[in-house]
């Protein structure tokens, strides 16, 4: 049996027992809470069920954390291969490891929810994919009818920080913005309006963000499939992106940087799951990325995922 409590930003916590189940390459006619993995190779259906359990569920396959010594040294090559070529990004991500008892499990998906009311919360523990948590600020997409929204969401700094943007962290913003724009064209969507970029606080950091307002005929599937991954998680171009991401990366995303949220026909709250952890028995396993110009520093994107780590342990020190 398996645990899925979420809450929407500013709705009630919705508590469910059931199960996850892997959808058909198909899901146009699903409904109900989806969660994917970064690739959308794999995505998963819940279905209800109204026996309760709360057992936790842990997978034990293995887990890569990268060594900052090497994660500097990735970086670096990274950049060269980036200056040799025509990429704008790629988002580089690593694990890191944190002592944790995971009988708080529960009190840290509440804690969560009262700290960050802007944030899709999250808490799975499934058979397959394990016990999860997570707190994600990045809409995906939102629609009401035949009205759609969605967020541009990148560049990061402390949140205390005053001082003005880096050159790089606005590429960055402006590589997913430009990206979310082209593809509202080609999904041929209608009074599609921008605002932003301007600063977007998320707890112990800050992004540069854009709002994005269309109206549009086509199903939220479609949406989705062409939205997601935005460059945001992945890089662009994003097919070069993505297969640069599959050499370099060690580890597994999982359902860390894929989409989770409801979808339902004209009415969809689909999120990024980003700032979210992988809990096994005495440990949490949290998922960070950064991403990656021509302009970055090595150092300076290890220190970036450092800052949103601090998402979940400022509210771990305290539980």
């Known amino acids: 049996m398996s645990l899925l409590c979420y809450r929407f930003p500013k709705e009630q916590v919705v508590r469910q027992s059931g199960y996850f189940h892997e959808l058909s390459s198909e899901i146009k006619d699903y409904e109900g809470f989806i969660l994917s993995n970064f690739t959308k190779s794999k995505r998963y259906g819940f279905v209800e069920f109204a026996t309760s359990s709360d057992h936790p569920h842990y997978i034990a396959t293995p887990i ?58 999250y808490l799975i523990s499934d058979p397959i994919l394990g016990t999860w948590v997570g707190a994600s600020p990045e809409l995906l997409l939102r629609t009401v009818g035949d ?112 989409y989770i949220g409801l979808l339902s026909p004209k009415d969809s709250k689909i999120y990024v799951n980003l700032r979210c952890c992988q809990i096994r028995p005495g440990n949490m396993y949290l998922y960070l990325g950064g991403g990656y110009t021509k302009d970055s520093n090595p150092e300076l994107e290890w220190e970036e995922t450092e800052n949103k780590s601090k998402t979940l342990l400022d509210l771990v020190q305290k539980l």
């Open 64 to 121: 890569e954390v990268i060594e900052k010594s090497k994660y500097l040294w990735v970086g670096e090559k990274l950049i060269s291969a980036i200056k040799m070529t025509d990429i704008s990004k790629v988002v580089f991500s690593r694990i890191k490891a944190v002592a944790f008892d995971e009988t708080k499990t529960q009190a840290l998906f509440n804690s969560l929810s009262n700290n960050y009311p802007n944030a899709l919360v």
């Open 147 to 258: 009205q759609g929204f969605s967020i541009s969401l990148a560049g990061t700094k402390k949140s205390e920080d005053k001082s003005q943007w880096l050159e790089k962290e606005q590429i960055e913003q402006d590589v997913v913005s430009a990206f979310i724009e082209q593809k509202l064209q080609e999904l041929d969507a209608s009074d599609v309006e921008m605002i932003g970029p301007y600063d977007y606080v998320a707890g112990p950091v800050k992004h540069l963000r854009t709002d994005f307002s269309f109206r549009t005929t086509r199903e939220e599937t479609e949406l989705l499939d062409a939205l997601h991954p935005t460059p945001a998680v992945s890089g662009l171009p994003r097919a070069l992106a993505l297969e640069i991401i599959e050499n370099i990366e060690e580890h597994d995303r999982s359902i860390y940087t894929g």
